[in-house]
């Protein structure tokens, strides 16, 4: 069974930094899967962030070098460091997981993933 579980999210002010965590369960927790995050605002679809695909991580656009996405080696959990947070990056942020990822694919597009977690909240206060 697969299973991914997010931790980390918080408040914080305009400005601070916060890393959020996925831990993966089951076949997920390997290199053999790709591990992003998305986030989605109350009326709007879930929005791209950053997914790691072995050592490779593509990010959205709007991340501008503010976000940094990795992977514990011991126990495959994959961390999103965001730092220089706005008040516009406030979202419920989820972990997905595919085993199915090709840099020349919809690696964007939430239909691409298999797996989700059930999300965390950031709220950034300006």
């Known amino acids: 069974q697969v299973q991914l579980v997010e931790s980390g999210g918080g408040m914080v002010q305009a400005g601070d930094s916060l890393t959020l965590s996925c831990a993966a369960s089951g076949r997920t927790s390997s290199y053999s899967y790709a591990v992003g995050w998305f986030r989605q605002t109350p009326g709007k679809e879930r929005e791209f962030v950053a997914v790691?695909?072995?050592?490779?991580?593509y990010y959205a656009d709007f991340v501008k070098g503010r976000f940094a996405i990795s992977r514990d080696n011991v126990d495959y959990t994959v961390h999103l460091q965001m730092m220089s947070l706005e008040p516009e990056d406030t979202a419920v942020y989820y972990c997905?997981?595919?085993?199915?990822?090709?840099?020349?694919?919809?690696?964007?597009?939430?239909?691409?993933?298999?797996?989700w977690g059930q999300g965390t909240q950031v709220t950034v206060s300006s």
């Open positions: 997905a997981a595919t085993p199915d990822f090709s840099a020349s694919s919809d690696y964007f597009r939430a239909t691409s993933y298999n797996y």
């Open positions: 790691l695909s072995w050592n490779d991580g």
